[in-house]
């Protein structure tokens, strides 16, 4: 006689002879110091109700290869355990665990559901949840950073901070580790707004600094950008017309009203957190910080070029090698060949990224500022991509700018600029722009203006947000920002006088950087080891 199937809500750990009809929502391998390599998953049945199970070493070749991911499988006979943890995948009480007579055969079902249970933005900035349960959150990314590269124990891990809002405008700060930190970005770079939508399921809810932020749990956690589902299509038809006051120079440039930008600004914008400054007071400043300056563009310093080539593996930049010509079918086929410094190979997938470089003015000084891929795209109307229209030759004159960026020449932006240790201590002539507002699009609270020593403090070389470069250095020249340059001076805090018309930088001494390191607690590796 067939035994019954159970609904996973009615299984309980005092017995092993269970039946049920479960679908693999997710699986991801992790290191146990008792067991070994596991297999873990996330399965689901029929009603939604969702259970953490585990496959040994042991059993991955005969049994967990019968549970691929979006498969709908019969398990029989598997043990219970209390569901224990800081990172916990489900809020089932038990744990699942595959045994050597487990049965596992195919179902027919065929249902593509996601079992989706999702968490408003407003419950998770509450507090009231419980860290140990990992949750499932969609929104609109917006202000996104820089991939870094931060040290960990002493091991290198890719970093990227960014913020989601979702279709009531709440938003939550978020940080993703690892590989997930490497898919949002190139998701970003792939989006037509650099805007997509972001589905983060089995996420964790954790504090940095005292600010709450969700973020992978480790390997356990699964990032999509632009899932194929009712939620995306949402998001898309309701952003579709909407106008963008504080977005990355993306929005119109009506002007709104003063109570309605106010009213937005309230809204979590980090950026509108810090000071506004002069171009002087950037220049005199004796600390590390973040600042809002407002300021003309005056030039392109087109010794820098305006664009790189980046590998599409690792986001790097890559320096070409040659090119490869083969007949196919009576065909030639041409290969651009390029070698990535951090893959440590030829690599032939690789896409052209802003790098700009822009001279600034206001009525107090000018100085000189750069802008990431990310920050680049907006101000300029078109894409790196775009504006080679397919090329992937290197820059071979400077001077000769694509219209789109000459366009933002004598336009006034409000930027968001990072002050390092590199101005600080070494003179630093080139500051890295983290944001960008229009001119029409920033009104600044009084308490804005006011020039905090103890959040300058708390900011003091320990700022861990998009102010790092995720670039090798000599691909954004980042730290021959310290080095003596025959360039006119940049610090010049006197009435403005016409600057030659041939502006040019002949040092470009190429120094390490280095990288800065955040320490994870013992208690977030101890959690590594036991998700």
């Known amino acids: ?218 390997e356990a956690s699964l990032l999509l950008i632009n899932p194929d589902i009712a939620e995306t299509a949402a998001f898309k038809q309701m952003f579709v017309d909407e106008v963008k006051p504080l977005a990355i120079c993306e929005g119109r440039d009506e002007i709104l009203d003063l109570e309605e930008v106010k009213s937005i600004q309230d809204k979590r914008d980090k950026w509108m957190l810090f000071p506004k400054r002069t171009i002087h007071g950037l220049l005199e400043s004796t600390q590390v910080e973040k600042c809002l300056v407002e300021c003309e563009v005056y030039a392109i310093d087109s010794d820098w070029g305006w664009y790189y080539f980046g590998c599409c593996t690792c986001n790097k930049k890559v320096v070409k090698v040659g090119t490869l010509v083969k007949t196919i079918h009576g065909k030639e086929v041409t290969t651009h060949l390029w070698w990535c410094e951090v893959c440590k190979e030829n690599v032939s997938s690789v896409s052209p990224r802003f790098k700009l470089h822009l001279i600034v003015k206001d009525d107090t000084g000018e100085t000189k500022l750069m802008l990431l891929d990310q920050i680049a795209k907006g101000m300029i109307v078109e894409s790196a991509a775009t504006l080679l229209n397919g090329s992937f030759d290197e820059l071979e004159d400077p001077t000769d700018l694509p219209d789109a960026i000459l366009s933002v020449v004598g336009k006034t932006f409000t930027f968001g600029i990072s002050v390092e240790k590199e101005h600080v201590l070494y003179g630093s002539e080139i500051y890295k722009v983290g944001k960008i507002y229009r001119q029409s699009q920033i009104v600044f609270n009084e308490s804005a203006n006011v020039e905090s020593s103890k959040s300058d403090q708390d900011l003091a070389l320990t700022s861990g947000e998009e102010n790092s470069v995720n670039l090798l250095d000599n691909e954004e020249h980042i730290e021959c920002l310290s080095t003596p340059s025959t360039t006119p001076s940049t610090k010049r805090k006197g009435a403005w006088s016409d600057p030659p018309r041939d502006i040019t930088s002949t040092s470009k001494n190429l120094r390490l950087k280095t990288i800065k390191v955040e320490k994870m607690s013992d208690l977030d590796l101890e959690a590594g080891k036991k998700t």
């Open 1 to 218: 006689m067939a035994m019954k199937v159970t609904p996973l809500k009615d299984v309980k750990p005092y017995k092993s002879g269970w039946k049920v009809h479960v679908k693999v929502l997710h699986s991801w391998k992790q290191y146990n110091p008792v067991h070994g390599d596991t297999l873990e998953m996330v399965l689901s049945d029929e009603a939604g109700c969702k259970i953490h199970a585990s496959c040994k070493r042991t059993y991955m070749e005969s049994k967990g290869r019968l549970l691929p991911v979006g498969a709908w499988r019969h398990i029989q006979n598997f043990t219970l355990s209390p569901s224990t943890g800081m990172y916990r995948a489900t809020d089932h009480p038990f744990k699942m665990s595959i045994i050597q007579n487990t049965a596992i055969t195919r179902s027919p079902l065929i249902n593509e559901d996601m079992f989706l249970s999702l968490v408003d933005f407003q419950t998770v900035l509450g507090g009231s949840l419980k860290t140990c349960f990992l949750i499932d959150v969609i929104g609109q990314v917006v202000d996104l950073g820089d991939l870094e590269t931060i040290q960990v124990s002493g091991k290198p891990r890719m970093k990227i901070e960014f913020t989601l809002r979702d279709m009531n405008d709440a938003r939550v700060p978020c940080c993703l580790w690892g590989k997930f930190a490497e898919i949002l970005y190139e998701g970003c770079s792939k989006d037509e707004e650099g805007k997509p939508i972001c589905l983060i399921r089995f996420a964790k809810i954790g504090r940095f600094r005292g600010e709450l932020q969700i973020t992978n749990a480790f």
